[in-house]
């Protein structure tokens, strides 16, 4: 399948999450009682559920998007390319509206690529549209569809080879491929901290685009094919 894969008609995807809240004593009252069941068994037994709450974000019910990252390949030349763009803000609901209308403009058929995708991206993605009241774009929807039928790659399960119990980093899969990583991104852990105390957007954008840049590299080497050059890779401003 993947010999066979046209790279014109794959979007690599990449999304950036943070709490809804800035800290827990802003959470609303009713919602921190929720907060505390929904994270019950996954604290451990010396740690509160304000202690917890930074890790919010990677929680659909409790946490937000605030970037998401696009790349999609072209070939020219008989060279690959590769253009980022991002959608970013405070607004969810207008990162969403714009990421939907964008999807309009595109094939049914067109495919998603993103990294434990399967596991964080998509499913993410369909909760907040819900939660923000818009309708989940054909090529996320799910419903009614067969498994053959869903054109969503995920690189982290390719590299599963069928091994369920088997999670491999991003950065680590990169590292073992021999596709250059930048040494000064931020860690996914560190995503809240940026935002709501550095306030600076615009440094997670730049790892959201890392991000998607690297995974689109490891499709390459998925498929057998040499890695983008940098002069081939373009950030849509």
Same mark, same amino acid.
């Given at each position: 399948?993947?010999?066979?894969?046209?790279?014109?008609?794959?979007?690599?995807?990449?999304?950036?999450?943070?709490?809804?809240?800035?800290?827990?004593?802003?959470?609303?009252?009713?919602?921190?009682?929720?907060?505390?069941?929904?994270?019950?068994?996954?604290?451990?037994?010396?740690?509160?559920?304000?202690?917890?709450?930074?890790?919010?974000?990677?929680?659909?019910?409790?946490?937000?998007?605030?970037?998401?990252?696009?790349?999609?390949?072209?070939?020219?030349?008989?060279?690959?390319?590769?253009?980022?763009?991002?959608?970013?803000?405070?607004?969810?609901?207008?990162?969403?509206?714009?990421?939907?209308?964008?999807?309009?403009?595109?094939?049914?058929?067109?495919?998603?690529?993103?990294?434990?995708?399967?596991?964080? =991206?998509?499913?993410?993605?369909?909760?907040? &549209? *819900?939660?923000?009241?818009?309708?989940?774009? @054909?090529?996320? +929807?799910?419903?009614?569809?067969?498994?053959?039928?869903?054109?969503?790659?995920?690189?982290?399960?390719?590299?599963?080879?069928?091994?369920?119990?088997?999670?491999?980093?991003?950065?680590?899969?990169?590292?073992?491929?021999?596709?250059?990583?930048?040494?000064?991104?931020?860690?996914?852990?560190?995503?809240?901290?940026?935002?709501?105390?550095?306030?600076?957007?615009?440094?997670?954008?730049?790892?959201?685009?890392? =991000?998607?840049?690297?995974?689109?590299?490891? &499709? *390459?080497?998925?498929?057998?094919?040499?890695? @983008?050059?940098? +002069?081939?890779?373009?950030?849509?401003?």
């Amino acid at each position: 399948m993947l010999k066979s894969l046209d790279l014109s008609q794959v979007m690599v995807i990449d999304i950036e999450t943070v709490p809804q809240y800035s800290s827990f004593q802003d959470v609303p009252p009713h919602l921190q009682q929720l907060w505390e069941l929904k994270t019950h068994y996954q604290r451990t037994t010396d740690q509160s559920a304000e202690e917890f709450y930074e890790r919010a974000g990677i929680l659909a019910e409790f946490g937000k998007i605030i970037c998401i990252s696009l790349g999609v390949f072209s070939y020219q030349d008989k060279t690959y390319s590769l253009r980022v763009k991002s959608i970013y803000g405070d607004d969810e609901k207008q990162i969403l509206t714009q990421f939907s209308a964008l999807l309009e403009k595109q094939s049914s058929s067109l495919m998603f690529c993103a990294h434990n995708g399967k596991e964080f =991206d998509y499913p993410y993605l369909c909760r907040r &549209l *819900l939660v923000n009241s818009i309708d989940i774009p @054909i090529q996320l +929807e799910l419903t009614g569809k067969k498994p053959w039928q869903v054109n969503h790659l995920d690189t982290m399960e390719l590299w599963k080879f069928g091994d369920y119990k088997h999670y491999t980093s991003l950065n680590l899969l990169a590292t073992i491929l021999n596709i250059p990583t930048p040494k000064d991104d931020i860690d996914g852990s560190q995503v809240r901290q940026v935002y709501y105390e550095e306030r600076n957007l615009d440094r997670i954008v730049t790892y959201c685009q890392k =991000d998607v840049i690297t995974t689109a590299q490891v &499709l *390459l080497k998925f498929k057998g094919m040499d890695i @983008i050059s940098p +002069e081939n890779i373009t950030i849509v401003v």
